[in-house]
């Protein structure tokens, strides 16, 4: 049985990621046609910037009865698509949002139901903290010009981070925070590595 992960992205959105693998659910938001009813999600490689990721982010929507108490129950809706996750004999998809069960008969509708957008998540146990490293890499720098990069990180659990690199300029320097700053002396493109932890 394959196990999931809610990650917080920050802005109350959230990545659900695969737990054995760290592949994320979503969409190619790349593609308008993707925001179409029916579009399936699939799990692949974890997308952290830009408008690609947007496809890979959820808002998680608690239900309520009727009598407007929250029932334990919730429905999982895409960034990019605004369309909720759908469970069902068809499988996994994407449909629009909907209160009521289709009985017309239309293959438009296709008997589509409330009940498969509205969820029960059961909780496995505490999942690992995953710390997800946004920005590092590549530091241009020109002779006798300061140079400054700033690399960044979140923590599953919004943890603080610790940076830490290889690889710099001479005289370069990475505060714990992540911030890089020098005066090289020397024109050239530096490839160095680094690491992140919570802390």
């Known amino acids: 049985m394959k196990q999931w992960q809610f990650v917080a992205v920050g802005d109350g959105s959230y990545r659900i990621q695969n737990l054995a693998t760290g592949a994320a659910l979503g969409v190619d938001s790349a593609h308008p046609a993707h925001r179409a009813w029916g579009v399936r999600p699939q799990a692949t490689g974890l997308v952290t910037e830009g408008p690609a990721a947007l496809g890979q982010q959820w808002w998680v929507i608690p239900t309520r009865s009727k009598d407007g108490v929250p029932d334990g129950h919730m429905r999982v809706v895409n960034r990019y698509t605004q369309t909720a996750l759908s469970l069902g004999a068809h499988g996994a998809d994407l449909t629009p949002v909907r209160s009521w069960t289709d009985r017309s008969g239309s293959t438009v509708g296709a008997g589509r139901t409330e009940a498969e957008q509205v969820l029960r998540v059961k909780a496995m146990g505490q999942a690992p903290d995953v710390v997800t490293q946004l920005t590092a890499g590549q530091m241009r720098s020109d002779k006798g010009q300061p140079v ?47 690491s992140v932890r919570a802390r």
């Open 148 to 194: 400054t990069s700033r690399m960044t990180a979140t923590d599953s659990r919004g943890l603080p981070v610790h940076f830490t690199a290889t690889g710099l300029p001479d005289g370069a320097t990475l505060s714990p925070d992540g911030r890089i700053t020098s005066a090289v002396t020397t024109v050239g493109v530096y490839q160095g590595g680094s």
